[in-house]
């Protein structure tokens, strides 16, 4: 029987392989180049155990949260398919940490894989701080407290990056305000954060909140809790006033359930500071007659 000669077959399978008419669609060869890098990076399997999480030079961990449903929903498709989309890594020297692709390495090692598909990627600290950022920013809806988090980090290197307060709100389509509203977040304790992210609590009163001692968030929290009602900055700002009104000393969470209580309100703000500040429940009909005995009573010891 002749031999086969291996070399002859692989440098034919070659030539034929070079004349083969590259018809992928220009589109996408353009998509995986915006996907991958400007060259078609290469994809390595590496070792589960040899990759962890993202951290940056301050040992804040990503800013994500892990979803469960997500990674259930995720966990299907691997245990039939496996992992199709690589993981991008950045190596640290001792492992590879991870930039984008948090909940495929949750799935991977809950499915016991020993290995990952990853695009390794040279990548700085600061960097890798906005490949995790806008990696993930495009997911369809945020937690407020993730929002929080990237704002922070990205008002933590400005000075790095070379951008104003101003740039990084507009880069995100945010106003300044709001920008240092959802950084305020980040003071709450983590069961005012989570009232936050279930839109118990809207974003808009953190800046209220965050001022607050621990034990009057946690207050907060369990009137919230105990009532089941959402709160508004109207609502903040009334367990605000009583705050101040107790001079220091905490609020009970019994105490705090009279700022969902619904108060007159009058086109006329003086009269809404008068009721507040004298704790009276006068009809406007009221306050009219009392300004006006007042102001001809003012006037009559003027004239007299």
Same mark, same amino acid.
Request: charged share 35%; hydrophobic share 35%; proline share 2%.
């Given at each position: ?44 399997? %590496? ?28 966990? %299907? ?154 709160? +508004? ?16 000393? +905490? ?16 086109? +006329?703000?003086?009269? +809404? ?32």
């Amino acid at each position: 029987m002749a031999k086969f000669n291996l070399n002859a077959l692989k440098k034919q399978r070659q030539e034929q392989e070079a004349k083969v008419e590259d018809n992928t669609p220009a589109e996408l060869k353009q998509s995986y180049i915006n996907v991958w890098g400007k060259n078609k990076e290469e994809v390595q399997y %590496i070792e589960l155990a040899e990759i962890v999480p993202f951290k940056d030079k301050k040992g804040k961990s990503q800013p994500f949260k892990i979803s469960k449903d997500k990674v259930e929903q995720i966990k %299907i498709s691997v245990a039939d398919i496996g992992i199709v989309t690589p993981l991008i890594v950045r190596n640290t020297g001792e492992k590879y940490q991870i930039i984008s692709g948090h909940h495929r390495f949750v799935v991977a090692k809950e499915l016991n894989l020993l290995t990952v598909p990853c695009v390794v990627r040279e990548i700085s600290d600061d960097e890798a701080i906005k490949y995790v950022a806008e990696c993930n920013i495009q997911r369809s809806r945020l937690l407020p407290t993730e929002y929080a988090e990237i704002y922070s980090r990205y008002m933590e290197m400005r000075s790095d990056i070379d951008m104003t307060a101003q740039e990084i709100a507009d880069k995100f389509g945010i106003s300044k305000k709001s920008l240092y509203r959802y950084i305020k977040i980040l003071k709450l304790t983590d069961d005012l954060k989570s009232l936050v992210d279930t839109d118990m609590i809207h974003t808009d009163t953190a800046e209220v909140f965050s001022e607050f001692s621990e034990e009057n968030q946690k207050s907060v929290y369990e009137c919230v809790i105990k009532n089941g009602k959402k709160v +508004n900055r109207g609502v903040a700002k009334a367990m605000e006033i009583i705050v101040a009104e107790k001079e220091g000393e +905490n609020v009970s969470p019994e105490e705090f359930e009279k700022a969902f209580e619904k108060k007159k309100t009058f086109k +006329n703000s003086a009269y +809404n500071k008068f009721a507040s500040k004298f704790k009276v429940d006068y009809s406007e009909d009221e306050w009219n007659t009392l300004i006006e005995a007042l102001l001809d009573a003012h006037f009559k010891e003027r004239i007299d």
